[in-house]
Structures are given as structure tokens and as C-alpha cells.
T-cell receptor, first 111, second 116 residues
Framework: KQEVTQIPAALSVPEGENLVLNCSFTDSAIYNLQWFRQDPGKGLTSLLLIQSSQREQTSGRLNASLDKSSGRSTLYIAASQPGDSATYLCAVNSGNTPLVFGKGTRLSVIA | GAVVSQHPSWVICKSGTSVKIECRSLDFQATTMFWYRQFPKQSLMLMATSNEGSKATYEQGVEKDKFLINHASLTLSTLTVTSAHPEDSSFYIC????????????FGEGSRLTVL
């Protein structure tokens, strides 16, 4: 059974810092991995999707990497801003089963 | 990117009534949609997988007679909370996979249900 773990559970940083969010999964046989952002009381916004054959994806200040063999993914946020404050979720798609989500990392960027 | 629309965003109802939540994929066909439930400060809990033209697949512990799911077309799935009770108050989120292109999952904005 696939399990997804996100570390840390919460993170508070000053504005401008670069930061890394971690996601690990137990079964490396995945189809893709997706990073989402959730603002309080809102749905999820897809940030980056990494297919199993890819090593990383970039979008603006965000960079997500995937090491399938070790069951790890990281989300790197450069030059953090207060508007980046949200909960970040990673989710693993193993193909025939629904996505498995981590519990998320709650990020606060302080101005 | 693809858009998934969910309606209503907020609903308050009396105990014992039924509430219907709609989930639409606006610019792609979704043969499969997922319904999640989220309690405050917790991650998403998958309730059921909705398949177009067939019965939904419910996760263990989710009452199928309580949470009725209908996936009548390739762009619409509905979740009906029947005989709602205060403990059903939660944030319900739907999602759909764009299988045709990337396999990326897109989420609706969520529906907050409060049962009085």
C-alpha cells in the first residue's frame, strides 16, 4: 500500500528565503507525482506534475525534482514571498489507483 | 490549464435534508472523477471514485447510501449527501483526471457544507 509522507509538517520563513519541501513515498512504481497548493478554505491548485520518466519540472520560482528509485520528491521555492503562504501537498499516482496524498506542509512566509 | 468547477461553494442546511454538490470539467472530458472530504487542518480523504456510466467505487468506511454519486456525463459528477447530520459538516472537494493528455489531476474549488 502506497504511503506518502511530507516533512516538515509546518515551516515558517522570512520573506526572500529559498526553501525546500520534502515528500517521500513507499512504493516506487508510480505513474506520476504532483505538487499542489491549498489556500485556507479553498480547493487545490496544481503546481507541478512530474511524470515517472522525468527528473524535474520547473515553473517560475518553483522547481520540483523526482528520484523515483529512492521514493523522494522535493519542491524548491526560490525567493519566497508572503503570497506563497499556503499548505503544499504532494500526491502520488500509481496508475490504476486513486492519488495518495501526503498530509501537507503548512508554509508561512513572514514579511 | 484545465478547469474543474464545483457548485455550490457554500451550503448551510438543516439536519435531515439532502444536499447536492455538482462537479463539472469545463474544458476536457473526465471519464473518472474523485470525491474527497477534508476536515479542518487535515489532509484529503478519498471518499469515492466516480466513473462515467457506471456505479461509483466507494472507499472503505464510506456509506454509499449516505453519499450518493452520479456520473451522468463525461463532464458532470454529482455528490448528494442524504439525510445530512451535523457530523457530515465538512469540506467536500471533487477532482478529475485529464487522461487524454497528461494524466494531471485538477481540483474544484471545494464545497463547504454546514449542517445545523
Amino acid at each position: 500500500k502506497q504511503e506518502v509522507t511530507q516533512i516538515p509538517a509546518a515551516l515558517s520563513v522570512p520573506e526572500g528565503e529559498n526553501l525546500v519541501l520534502n515528500c517521500s513515498f513507499t512504493d516506487s512504481a508510480i505513474y506520476n507525482l504532483q505538487w499542489f497548493r491549498q489556500d485556507p478554505g479553498k480547493g487545490l491548485t496544481s503546481l507541478l506534475l512530474i511524470q515517472s520518466s522525468q527528473r524535474e519540472q520547473t515553473s517560475g520560482r518553483l522547481n520540483a525534482s523526482l528520484d523515483k528509485s529512492s521514493g523522494r520528491s522535493t519542491l524548491y521555492i526560490a525567493a519566497s514571498q508572503p503570497g506563497d503562504s499556503a499548505t503544499y501537498l504532494c500526491a502520488v499516482n500509481s496508475g490504476n489507483t486513486p492519488l495518495v496524498f501526503g498530509k501537507g506542509t503548512r508554509l508561512s512566509v513572514i514579511a | 490549464g484545465a478547469v474543474v468547477s464545483q457548485h455550490p461553494s457554500w451550503v448551510i442546511c438543516k439536519s435531515g435534508t439532502s444536499v447536492k454538490i455538482e462537479c463539472r470539467s469545463l474544458d476536457f472530458q473526465a471519464t473518472t472523477m474523485f470525491w474527497y472530504r477534508q476536515f479542518p487542518k487535515q489532509s484529503l480523504m478519498l471518499m469515492a471514485t466516480s466513473n462515467e456510466g457506471s456505479k461509483a467505487t466507494y472507499e472503505q468506511g464510506v456509506e454509499k447510501d449516505k453519499f450518493l454519486i452520479n456520473h451522468a456525463s463525461l463532464t458532470l459528477s454529482t455528490l448528494t449527501v442524504t439525510s445530512a447530520h451535523p457530523e457530515d459538516s465538512s469540506f467536500y472537494i471533487c477532482s478529475a483526471i485529464d487522461f487524454l493528455f497528461s494524466g494531471e489531476l485538477f481540483f474544484g474549488e471545494g464545497s463547504r457544507l454546514t449542517v445545523l
